[in-house]
């Protein structure tokens, strides 16, 4: 059975701390994983990795992936009050956009 | 463009009514998809389609019927609502190879 496990469940930090979120997977026919932000509505889309090593950046969050390992991690820096959120960790099976979700890290963020 | 929207945006049934959730994106993506949402359950994949007359069941299909008679439009219905489908459903669409775009979820409750 497809897996995918997210760690921690939650989190609390200070604001400016930096945060490494953590993501494995167990899946048969992987194709990409992809991280989502969900406040208080609808997941927004993060990143998608489809090769390893190669990391994605966007401003302070980044992310890669070890397709040996089967693991991605999601990195915060200098995290501000705005990141408290869940963050959720999926992997797209095939080529129809099936995805396996995590049961997320919820992330609060203190000043 | 208005991207993914969804209606109603809260619902209440009685057990054994029927209703459809209404999802419809404006994007011109080949592939949509429904999710419902637990808590403590993560999103999980209920129907999703890779084109108009294409669909496919996802990993908690019971219940629930879909079809995709045009690129624009992929309705869920409830054929007899029962509690255990008291959940937030969202509706996503991605065009191929790419990450999903939600839309902003209807909360439906099932008494």
């Known amino acids: 059975e497809d897996k995918v496990v997210q760690s921690p469940l939650s989190l609390v930090v200070h604001e400016g701390d930096t945060v490494t979120l953590n993501c494995s997977y167990e899946?048969?026919?992987?194709?990409?994983l992809l991280w989502y932000k969900q406040e208080k509505k609808a997941p927004t889309f993060l990143f998608m990795l489809?090769?390893?090593?190669i990391e994605k950046k966007s401003g302070r969050l980044s992310s890669i992936l070890d397709k040996k390992e089967l693991f991605s991690i999601l990195n915060i820096t200098t995290t501000q009050t705005g990141d408290s959120a869940v963050y959720l960790c999926?992997?797209?099976?095939?080529?129809?956009?099936?995805?396996?979700f995590g049961t997320g890290t919820r992330l609060q963020v203190t000043l | 463009n208005a991207g993914v929207t969804q209606t109603p945006k809260f619902q209440v049934l009685k057990t054994g009514q029927s209703m459809t959730l209404q999802c419809a994106q404006d994007?011109?993506?080949?592939?949509m998809s429904w999710y419902r949402q637990d808590p403590g359950m993560g999103l999980r994949l209920i129907h999703y389609?890779?084109?108009?007359?294409?669909?496919d069941q996802g990993e908690v299909p019971n219940g629930y019927n879909v079809s995709r008679s045009t690129t624009e439009d992929f309705p869920l219905r409830l054929l007899s609502a029962a509690p255990s489908q008291t959940s937030v459903y969202f509706c996503?669409?991605?065009?191929?190879?790419?990450?999903?775009?939600f839309g902003p979820g209807t909360r439906l409750t099932v008494l």
């Open positions: 899946v048969t026919n992987f194709r990409s």
């Open positions: 999926a992997v797209d099976r095939l080529a129809a956009s099936k995805l396996t």
């Open positions: 994007m011109n993506h080949e592939y």
């Open positions: 489809t090769s390893s090593g």
């Open positions: 389609s890779v084109g108009a007359g294409i669909t």
């Open positions: 996503a669409s991605s065009p191929q190879g790419r990450g999903q775009y």
